[in-house]
């Protein structure tokens, strides 16, 4: 402590190493003086002892990408945690709710789609507007996710026979058929959605060409 900062800037840059600022007490190490021993010097631990109103994220990105984990920009503040800046920090960093606490503007679909598949579970993609939720979003979700009560969420144009059998065969029962629009209920659809499901009065709506003996025998056996 006998050598005041005035006098460490007095013997010349090569004495004024970091090791030295440290001795010369804390009031002595403001960012200025940090930057004057040079980068190497500057490492983001550095950065904590000088205070945290030195360390805004400008000083962050000077200190080097390698300084710079989500950690350190949730410590910067929430201001300086722009998307973008989440970008630079790695993939590793921008799970989803580093996005959510990013903001809404910043959470499009292709924004988790680089999140990985495991954050983006149908919740998610409810969060994200219906805008984003296409068929072919739920099937890369995976077949977990795409129950009917799903299906009928992104609207009826969406759901068409072939993407019923995609749910499975538990999901297509008859409402679930009618729902779907009488041209894609014939007979063979009926046989597959099981024998419960096919009364005599589904059979007339399915259409006369439908209805032969050997179906009625088959229906009065079943009863």
């Keep these: 402590m006998a050598l005041a900062f005035s006098t460490l800037q007095a013997a010349g840059a090569a004495a004024v190493g970091f090791s030295t600022l440290q001795a010369a007490g804390a009031a002595a190490v403001g960012f200025s003086t940090l930057q004057?021993?040079?980068?190497?010097?500057?490492?983001?631990?550095?950065?904590?002892?000088?205070g945290a109103a030195a360390v805004g994220f400008s000083t962050l990105q000077a200190a080097g990408a390698a300084a710079v984990g989500f950690s350190t920009l949730?410590?910067?503040?929430?201001?300086?945690?722009?998307f973008s800046t989440l970008q630079a920090a790695g993939a590793a960093a921008v799970g989803f709710s580093t996005l959510q606490a990013a903001g809404a503007a910043a959470v499009g679909f292709s924004t988790l789609q680089a999140a990985g598949a495991a954050a983006v579970g149908f919740s998610t993609l409810q969060a994200v507007g219906a805008a984003a939720v296409g068929f072919s979003t739920l099937q890369a979700v995976g077949a977990a996710a795409v129950g009917f009560s799903t299906l009928q969420a992104v609207g009826a144009a969406a759901v068409g026979f072939s993407t019923l059998q995609a749910a499975g065969a538990a999901a297509v029962g008859f409402s679930t058929l009618q729902a779907a629009g009488a041209a894609a209920?014939?007979?063979?659809?009926?046989?597959?959605a099981g024998a419960a499901a096919v009364g005599f009065s589904t059979l007339q709506a399915a259409g006369a060409a439908a209805v032969g003996f050997s179906t009625l025998q088959a229906l009065t056996t079943s009863q």
């Design 36 to 50: 004057a021993a040079g980068a190497d010097a500057v490492g983001f631990s550095t950065l904590q002892a000088a």
């Design 185 to 192: 209920v014939d007979f063979s659809t009926l046989q597959a």
């Design 74 to 82: 949730q410590a910067a503040g929430a201001a300086a945690v722009g």
